[in-house]
C-alpha cells in the first residue's frame, strides 16, 4: 500500500522550471500537454546529473496513466471503521500465512534480528499488509505512475523527485524498466518502498548484486529491517498491547497525544485484559480506544509510533502489531472492534461544521475524520452527559444530526 514517509528524500530534488500541469487549473492534462511535461522533465532530469542516454531511454517511452490521476484526485468517498480495516487485514488466512512463513523463513529472520534488532514477526507482519507476503506487488509500470502523478500536477513537485529517484534505482541496476512496476503512487516491491526511501534503505542482502525487492525475499525482509532500524525501533519492547480499561477511566487521557508512565496507567486502574497487573516496565505509553469505549484498548509503545514512522495511519499500526502478535502465536482480541457507520464525506464534512457552530472546534471542514474532529466529537459527547470516547458511534451522530433517526 502506498504510505507517505515521514523521512525526508534521499536526494535532493533540483527544481528548475516546473513542468507543464493541468491540476491546478482543474483542467484535463491531455495527451499533448503531457508529452510536453515529459520534454521539460527530461532537460530537467540532465540538469541534476543524471546521464543524457538514460534519461532519454527511459523517459521517452512512459505512458500517460488516466487510471493513476482517478486514483490520485478520488479520495475515499466513505469512512473506514477500525472494525472494517482490521477484520480485513488481520484475517484468519493472513495469520495462517503468515505462521507459515515466519517459519518457513526463520534462519533468515534470526540472522536479520542479530543485524538490525528487529524481531522477525514484525518483519513478517509488515510484508504481510504491504504485499500479503509478496503476493501481490501492483501492476503499474512506475515511471508512467510517477510521470502521470509529477505533470497532473497536485503534487508535482514531490512527484518528480521520485521519479528522478526511479531513474537513479535503474542506474544502480537494481531492477530493469520491464520489471519495475508498482501501485498506482509508485511504491515498489514486496515492501512497497517509493524510490526515496528504495535508494536509502534497500539492501543486496542475498547478495546478487542488485537490490531486488521485487523478486528477493531476502532483500526485501532485509531492506525493511534496515528502515526500520533507523526510525528508531526498541528491539527489547513490544509495539504495545491490549489492555482492560475501568469502568471510571477519563477517556480525555486517550490518544497519542498522552503519555505517562505504565505505573501511572496502573494507579487509574488500567489492567491486562484478563484483570492481571500490568508489567512493572520503566516506560511510557498512550491508550488508544479505536472503536470506542465498548471496544478494545490498546497501550501504545514508542515502537508503536516507529510503526507509524513507516505509515502513519493509527489503525494500519494496531494491525502491524496484532498481526505480529497472531504470527508469534497469540489469540484473538479479547474484545471484538465495534463497527461504526459508514459516513461520506459529506457526513463527515456537517459533523465538522456542527462541532464548530457548537463551539467545539473540530478544526477544517474538510470531510476527513481525524483526531482534531474525535476531540472535538469527544467534548461534545461530554457536553450531553455521554462516555467522551470520540467515537462516531449511531448514537451521538443521530443526536447531533449527522444520521437520521430511525427509531
Not at 525501533?233 to 498522552?258: C, H, K, M
Request: negative net charge.
Amino acid at each position: 500500500m502506498f504510505a507517505v514517509r515521514l523521512l525526508p528524500l534521499a536526494f535532493p530534488i533540483l527544481l528548475l522550471a516546473q513542468p507543464a500541469v493541468a491540476a491546478e487549473t482543474g483542467e484535463t492534462l491531455t495527451e499533448e500537454g503531457f508529452r510536453q511535461c515529459i520534454t521539460e522533465l527530461q532537460a530537467d532530469a540532465i540538469a541534476t546529473g543524471l546521464p543524457e542516454n538514460l534519461v532519454k531511454e527511459n523517459l521517452a517511452g512512459v505512458r500517460l496513466n488516466e487510471k493513476v490521476i482517478e486514483l490520485d484526485r478520488s479520495q475515499p468517498e466513505f469512512t473506514s471503521s477500525f472494525a472494517d480495516y482490521y477484520t480485513r487485514r488481520v484475517s484468519d488466512t493472513r495469520v495462517a500465512t503468515g505462521r507459515e512463513r515466519y517459519q518457513e523463513l526463520q534462519p533468515l529472520l534470526r540472522e536479520l534480528t542479530r543485524t538490525y534488532g528487529i524481531p522477525g514477526h514484525y518483519l513478517v507482519s509488515f510484508w504481510g499488509l504491504e504485499t500479503n507476503y509478496g503476493g501481490y506487488l501492483g501492476y503499474i509500470p512506475t515511471l508512467d505512475a510517477l510521470a502521470t502523478l509529477t505533470c497532473e500536477g497536485r503534487r508535482g513537485a514531490y512527484f518528480k523527485g521520485e521519479l528522478f529517484n526511479a531513474l537513479r534505482i535503474l542506474q544502480a541496476g537494481d531492477v530493469d524498466l520491464k520489471n519495475m512496476q508498482g501501485s498506482w503512487a509508485g511504491a515498489m516491491g514486496q515492501t512497497q518502498f517509493m524510490p526515496a526511501i528504495f535508494l536509502r534503505y534497500a539492501t543486496d542482502h542475498d547478495g546478487d548484486g542488485r537490490r531486488n525487492l521485487w523478486g528477493s525475499r531476502e532483500d526485501a525482509l532485509a531492506s525493511a529491517a534496515n528502515f526500520l532500524r533507523d526510525l528508531g525501533w526498541q528491539e527489547e519492547e513490544r509495539w504495545g498491547r491490549e489492555i482492560s480499561l475501568p469502568d471510571n477511566f477519563d477517556y480525555a487521557l486517550t490518544g497519542l497525544a498522552v503519555k505517562r508512565s505504565l505505573k501511572e496507567w496502573s494507579s487509574m486502574g488500567v489492567r491486562m485484559p484478563n484483570g492481571s497487573a500490568l508489567p512493572a516496565a520503566d516506560m511510557e505509553a498512550s491508550v488508544i480506544v479505536p472503536s470506542g469505549h465498548n471496544g478494545p484498548a490498546f497501550l501504545a509503545y514508542q515502537n508503536f509510533r516507529v510503526i507509524m514512522g513507516w505509515n502513519r495511519s493509527v489503525s494500519y499500526a494496531l494491525a502491524v502489531g496484532r498481526l505480529a502478535d497472531r504470527i508469534a502465536g497469540a489469540g484473538e482480541l479479547s474484545v471484538a472492534p465495534v463497527p461504526a457507520p459508514r459516513l461520506d464525506r459529506g457526513q463527515v464534512t456537517r459533523l465538522q461544521q456542527t462541532l464548530n457552530q457548537l463551539g467545539h472546534d473540530a478544526g477544517p471542514e474538510d470531510g476527513l475524520l481525524g483526531p482534531g474532529t474525535r476531540k472535538a466529537l469527544a467534548r461534545y459527547q461530554q457536553s450531553q452527559g455521554m462516555v467522551a470516547d470520540g467515537f462516531p458511534d449511531k448514537n451521538v451522530l443521530t443526536r447531533i444530526g449527522v444520521l437520521a433517526d430511525q427509531d
